[in-house]
């Protein structure tokens, strides 16, 4: 039986291709549906993402104060899948399908490979490895300025 995150929302199509549009012409391909609809848009050198938001999951200003967040992380030096601008200049752009609001961003892709995907021989160091970068993490998030208006769940809030 196939996963409800590996089927593409209905309906949402048109709307996803209109919002690539300020990306990109090329064609998408769906990876996933959670909490957002991600598309893969085949790019060089660098393949890029479009993450399509519900406004009942994410207001605008949580998305921007999120886009901040990664930008930040990756000037502190870890790598991270980028926020992409549009062809407009801008981080996010919006559409409005019948009284309901949608956020996309383009993001690079990040950097590796899933750990079931590579099964490393030496897993005590692939976990070594992966709690120094947790701790460069907390270190970048902690030394992070939050600007004023910036809004982020805490992460005891998230329900995950």
Known sequence: ???????EPAGLRDTVSLLARHWTD????????FDNAVYRISEEP???YL????????SRVQIESEL????HV???????????????????????VNDEQYWACVFTEASGRPFEETR????KRFFLEAGRTMALLHRA??????????VRFGWTEDRW
């Open 68 to 71: 901040q967040l990664v930008r």
């Open 120 to 123: 490393p021989a030496d897993e």
């Open 74 to 96: 990756a000037a502190s030096g870890i790598a991270v899948g980028l926020p992409v601008e549009s062809r407009h200049g801008q981080l996010i752009h919006t559409a409005r």
């Open 51 to 58: 993450r399509v938001t519900h406004e009942h999951h994410r």
């Open 141 to 150: 998030l902690s030394a992070f300025d939050r600007p004023e208006g910036f």
């Open 26 to 33: 090329k064609p998408l391909h769906f990876v996933r549906n």
């Open 46 to 48: 660098v393949p890029l």
């Open 1 to 7: 039986m196939m996963r409800r995150e590996h089927i």
